[in-house]
T-cell receptor, first 114, second 110 residues
């Protein structure tokens, strides 16, 4: 059974048109992460939530925002997508915030910007 | 900044052969993890090795860690076509999230 679910799997948007990506988890984990992975590159952390505590990476563009209305759901909002934002967006969870905790990834949402 | 760097970037071997991938990192770590990513999919955790461990096994996987050289290796024995994927090492975690290396793309030829 899927534990980290991302919807949609494929998203096409137009340049400058806001888009929201969704992630849900059935693991009841405290921590949820959003990563951006561009073609043939490593995933790059955008931000994460520890419970309701939001932590933004220093180099994450202001264009990217996130919401976590409850333990199960986390959203990635891209306010004005540019061509450079086309990428795979990966959601992950972990039970604890500790360094030795495994992260569980969803299948990703591939975003295309026209 | 990039923490882990894998090499080789791409590796193609015959089914049944062993595959070895290496990872180097720059700063001190508490642990190092390896993940697999099938094409167009999310990442799957393979194994975690702590900084006080030198070697760890899981099925056909063997991971080594040399903290003096700031390097780790992942060995997949008796490779199968289903092992075709990209493999990433990752450090950090916790409050800072994971920092991934660039990955090794492994192709197993039938």
């Amino acid at each position: 059974d899927a534990m980290v679910i991302q919807n949609p799997r494929y998203q096409v948007t137009q340049f400058g048109k806001p888009v929201t990506l969704s992630c849900s988890q059935t693991l009841n984990h405290n921590v949820m992460y959003w990563y951006q992975q561009k073609s043939s590159q490593a995933p790059k952390l955008l931000f994460h939530y520890y419970d309701k505590d939001f932590n933004n990476e220093a180099d994450t563009p202001d264009n990217f925002q996130s919401r976590r209305p409850n333990t199960s759901f986390c959203f990635l909002d891209i306010r004005s997508p540019g061509l450079g934002d086309a990428a795979m967006y990966l959601c992950a969870t972990s039970r604890r915030r500790g360094a030795a905790d495994t992260q569980y990834f969803g299948p990703g949402t591939r975003l295309t910007v026209l | 900044s990039q923490q882990g760097e894998e090499d080789p970037q791409a590796l193609s071997i015959q089914e049944g052969e062993n595959a070895t991938m290496n990872c180097s990192y720059k700063t001190s770590i508490n642990n190092l993890q390896w993940y697999r990513q099938n094409s167009g999919r999310g990442l799957v955790h393979l194994i975690l090795i702590r900084s006080n461990e030198r070697e760890k096994h899981s099925g056909r996987l063997r991971v080594t860690l040399d903290t003096s050289k700031k390097s780790s290796s992942l060995l997949i024995t008796a490779s199968r076509a289903a092992d075709t994927a990209s493999y990433f090492c990752a450090t950090g975690g916790g409050a800072d999230g994971l920092t991934f290396g660039k990955g090794t793309h492994l192709i197993i030829q039938p």
